[in-house]
């Protein structure tokens, strides 16, 4: 089946430096990714859509200077948390339409990321 | 993306059935039923998608009445390795423009 491999797994930073976080499909070509975060016992919440070759669509409230995203090939895109802070800290979690199921708003997700910013 | 309701919790034995029930009352004519199950500090999993009536897999099944106006997850004899949070989503065909997005979910746990 389809698979969405998310790196790193874990990331622990000091505040005011930047993480990338990398979201590659392994075995399909993604045009198109989700950026979600998550914090702890809450739902997932959307926060931008990456388009491969194009500009990304953010969320409303989420800042795009301070998360930029980059979708420079079909099979990556990457998340980078600019001048981190300790409210920045979550699970970053990617996901990409294909896969399993019948295909129709179906998405194969990353295992995620958990930064933890001091 | 019609929106969802499901209970926040519910509890369950090992070997028990479980159904979780979806409500999504402004369903549209082109969305698809898809549910979702995620463990902890993990990456959610797609379990079962469906349109009309009756779906099964090899882990669920998933029944629609006919007005689609709510949806029914089943996992038959749950075990502890069940325990996670269920997602039920609704929208249409996946397209470039579509967004995503979970409700609460279902937070399923398992008592031996």
């Given at each position: 089946?389809?698979?969405?491999?998310?790196?790193?797994?874990?990331?622990?930073?000091?505040?005011?430096?930047?993480?990338?976080?990398?979201?590659?499909?392994?075995?399909?070509?993604?045009t198109t990714?989700f950026?979600?975060?998550?914090?702890?016992?809450?739902?997932?919440?959307?926060?931008?859509t990456?388009n491969?070759?194009s500009?990304?669509t953010?969320?409303?409230?989420?800042?795009?200077?301070?998360?930029?995203?980059?979708?420079?090939?079909?099979?990556?895109?990457?998340?980078?948390?600019?001048?981190?802070?300790?409210?920045?800290?979550?699970?970053?979690?990617?996901?990409?339409p294909?896969?399993?199921?019948?295909?129709?708003?179906?998405?194969?997700?990353?295992?995620?990321?958990?930064?933890?910013?001091? | 993306l019609?929106?969802?309701?499901?209970?926040?919790?519910?509890?369950?034995?090992?070997?028990?059935?479980?159904?979780?029930?979806?409500?999504?009352?402004?369903?549209?004519?082109?969305?698809?039923?898809?549910?979702?199950?995620?463990?902890?500090?993990?990456?959610?999993?797609?379990?079962?998608?469906?349109?009309?009536?009756?779906?099964?897999?090899?882990?669920?099944?998933?029944?629609?009445?006919?007005?689609?106006?709510?949806?029914?997850?089943?996992?038959?004899?749950?075990?502890?390795?069940?325990?996670?949070?269920?997602?039920?989503?609704?929208g249409e065909g996946y397209s470039s423009a579509s967004k995503i997005?979970?409700?609460?979910?279902?937070?399923?746990?398992?008592?031996?």
């Amino acid at each position: 089946g389809a698979v969405v491999s998310q790196h790193p797994s874990w990331v622990i930073c000091k505040s005011g430096t930047s993480v990338k976080i990398e979201c590659r499909s392994l075995d399909f070509q993604a045009t198109t990714m989700f950026w979600y975060r998550q914090f702890p016992k809450q739902s997932l919440m959307l926060m931008a859509t990456s388009n491969e070759g194009s500009k990304a669509t953010y969320e409303q409230g989420v800042e795009k200077d301070k998360f930029l995203i980059n979708h420079a090939s079909l099979t990556l895109s990457t998340l980078t948390v600019t001048s981190a802070h300790p409210e920045d800290s979550s699970f970053y979690i990617c996901s990409a339409p294909g896969g399993q199921g019948s295909g129709a708003n179906v998405l194969t997700f990353g295992a995620g990321s958990r930064l933890t910013v001091l | 993306l019609a929106k969802t309701t499901q209970p926040i919790s519910m509890d369950s034995y090992e070997g028990q059935e479980v159904n979780i029930t979806c409500s999504h009352n402004n369903i549209a004519t082109n969305d698809y039923i898809t549910w979702y199950q995620q463990f902890p500090s993990q990456g959610p999993r797609f379990i079962i998608q469906g349109y009309k009536t009756k779906v099964t897999n090899e882990v669920a099944s998933l029944f629609i009445p006919a007005d689609r106006k709510s949806s029914t997850l089943s996992l038959p004899r749950v075990s502890l390795s069940d325990t996670a949070v269920y997602y039920c989503l609704v929208g249409e065909g996946y397209s470039s423009a579509s967004k995503i997005i979970f409700g609460s979910g279902t937070r399923l746990s398992i008592r031996p």
